[in-house]
Antibody
């Protein structure tokens, strides 16, 4: 069974960076995309971006471009999302999710709460 | 900028049928957007219901079905149950590796 296990919650200062990890097991890591999805408190789901580990090709949503970097380490089957220049409105739960090339997401991580506060 | 539209809220009676839709502010939704649908209850990660327009994810009951209705993607729940009360999100593939979530529909069963 595919499992995605994310890193623990983080508390960050405004202007700093956060790097969240997503360890995949039980599937073929390189054959799918790994997506990152943000959910601010009380708000909907928002796609941040994705990477194809097998090709090391990232795609980013326009509003996060320039502030986010998504990487993948095939040897440890772990994907990472780094978000820089954090603001208080970045406070959210970030999910990783495995997906196909066509956007559908089949397995989800448990979510990582990132709190940005001075 | 393209926005994916969903009804903000919907209500259905237990045992009833409800159809939630997913549209685009510019253009029509088609199978080439590979619409998918997700259910989320409070405090939980989303659960995948439907992908590629109408394929049910493993373990999803057959009272959930997906389709294209007119110029929108649709999720129909037949015989709604109390535990179907949740937020429902659609996702569209916009090409070139880009994905957009709809704003979500809060479904109440009462």
């Amino acid at each position: 069974q595919v499992q995605l296990v994310q890193s623990e919650a983080e508390v960050k200062k405004p202007g700093s960076s956060v790097k969240v990890s997503c360890k995949a097991s039980g599937g073929t890591f390189s054959s799918y995309t790994v997506n990152w999805v943000r959910q601010a408190p009380g708000q909907g789901l928002e796609w941040v971006g994705r990477i194809i580990p097998g090709a090391d090709i990232p795609n980013y949503a326009q509003r996060f471009r320039g502030r986010v970097t998504i990487t993948a380490d095939k040897s440890s089957t772990t994907a990472y999302m780094e978000l820089r220049s954090l603001r208080s409105d970045d406070t959210a739960v970030f999910y990783c999710a495995r997906g196909s090339l066509y956007g559908d997401l089949d397995f989800w991580g448990q979510g990582t709460l990132v709190t940005v506060s001075s | 900028q393209t926005v994916v539209t969903q009804e903000p809220s919907f209500s259905v009676s237990p045992g009833g049928t409800v159809t939630l839709t997913c549209g685009l502010t510019s253009g029509s939704v088609s199978t080439t957007h590979y619409p998918s649908w997700y259910q989320q209850t409070p405090g939980q990660a989303p659960r995948t219901l439907i992908y590629s327009t109408n394929t049910r994810s493993s373990g999803v009951p057959d009272r959930f079905s997906g389709s294209i209705l007119g110029n929108k993607a649709a999720l129909t729940i037949t015989g709604a149950q109390a535990d179907d009360e949740a937020d429902y999100y659609c996702v569209l593939y916009m090409g070139s590796g880009n994905v957009i979530f709809g704003g979500g529909t809060k479904l109440t069963v009462l």
